[in-house]
């Protein structure tokens, strides 16, 4: 069961604040400590507010744009249909679960994943393969909206189209959830900054954390 907000028409600040008050599906491999390109300090700093500066780089911009491609892509390739959500998703066994989807496969309990790769990293995907931070945000979103299945479509830069589809694992499911919960209810919710994981990503974060705040300390020294 969830409830959902429509985000049709939220700005982007809007949109930043209402994903502050839970964990995405692009969240749950930080929390897990399996994604390469996060961590769960940077999840925590978000949530939390603390960390403000919203980076758009030209990956995530080339990511967003091509959406629409990728989905063209998977319906000619799969005959399927699939349409926008426009909502924001929340669990009402787990409110601290958010899901922002892209696309709801029309006709069928499931929904779809658009990413986009560069073709050095076609090694990623070859075999059948779905890398373990994707496949885990594709996880969170089924134990969300409860679908069965989902498909992730990538088009890998200049060299392949590949889509996969993902089936309802509860094992799975049950797992990623209790890891969420502990980190929303261990560090979030208290306020407790998760430890380092020794992650490039982590190691980012800290550098920034720590340059704010001798920014702040020369702005307003102590014992003024």
Same mark, same amino acid.
């Given at each position: 069961?969830? @409830?959902?907000?429509? @985000?049709?028409?939220?700005?982007?600040?809007?949109? &930043?604040?209402?994903?502050?008050?839970?964990?995405?599906?692009?969240?749950?491999?930080?929390?897990?400590?399996?994604?390469?390109?996060?961590?769960?300090?940077?999840?925590?700093?978000?949530?939390?507010?603390? =960390?403000?500066?919203?980076?758009?780089?030209?990956?995530?911009?080339?990511?967003? $744009?091509?959406?629409? *491609?990728? +989905?063209?892509?998977?319906?000619?390739?799969?005959?399927?249909?699939?349409? !926008?959500?426009?909502?924001?998703?929340?669990?009402?066994?787990?409110?601290?679960?958010? +899901?922002?989807?892209? !696309?709801?496969?029309?006709?069928?309990?499931?929904? &779809?994943?658009? /990413?986009?790769?560069?073709?050095?990293?076609?090694?990623?995907?070859? $075999?059948?393969?779905?890398?373990? =931070?994707?496949?885990?945000?594709?996880?969170?979103?089924?134990?969300? @909206?409860?679908?069965?299945?989902? *498909?992730?479509?990538?088009?890998?830069?200049? /060299? $392949?189209?590949?889509?996969?589809?993902?089936?309802?694992?509860?094992?799975?499911?049950?797992?990623?959830?209790?890891?969420?919960?502990?980190?929303?209810?261990? =560090?979030?919710?208290?306020?407790?900054?998760?430890?380092?994981?020794?992650?490039?990503?982590?190691?980012?974060?800290?550098?920034? *954390?720590?340059? @704010?705040?001798? /920014?702040?300390?020369? +702005?307003?020294?102590?014992?003024?």
């Amino acid at each position: 069961m969830y @409830t959902r907000v429509s @985000t049709a028409g939220l700005s982007q600040e809007e949109w &930043l604040e209402l994903r502050r008050t839970g964990i995405g599906g692009s969240d749950a491999a930080a929390v897990c400590g399996l994604n390469p390109y996060s961590s769960a300090m940077k999840v925590y700093l978000d949530k939390t507010g603390a =960390h403000t500066e919203n980076e758009d780089t030209e990956s995530l911009r080339q990511g967003r $744009d091509l959406e629409e *491609y990728v +989905a063209q892509r998977f319906m000619e390739a799969t005959g399927l249909k699939v349409r !926008r959500s426009n909502f924001m998703y929340r669990s009402v066994e787990h409110p601290f679960m958010l +899901a922002d989807v892209d !696309r709801l496969i029309v006709g069928e309990n499931a929904g &779809l994943e658009c /990413k986009t790769a560069s073709a050095f990293n076609a090694d990623k995907w070859k $075999d059948g393969n779905i890398p373990i =931070h994707y496949l885990l945000q594709c996880i969170h979103y089924m134990a969300v @909206t409860g679908k069965r299945s989902w *498909y992730i479509a990538v088009v890998l830069l200049g /060299k $392949d189209f590949r889509y996969q589809r993902i089936e309802w694992d509860e094992e799975m499911i049950q797992k990623l959830t209790v890891a969420e919960e502990y980190f929303w209810e261990s =560090h979030v919710i208290p306020g407790v900054l998760p430890e380092p994981d020794g992650s490039e990503a982590c190691n980012e974060i800290l550098s920034q *954390y720590f340059r @704010t705040a001798r /920014k702040r300390e020369q +702005a307003y020294p102590a014992g003024l």
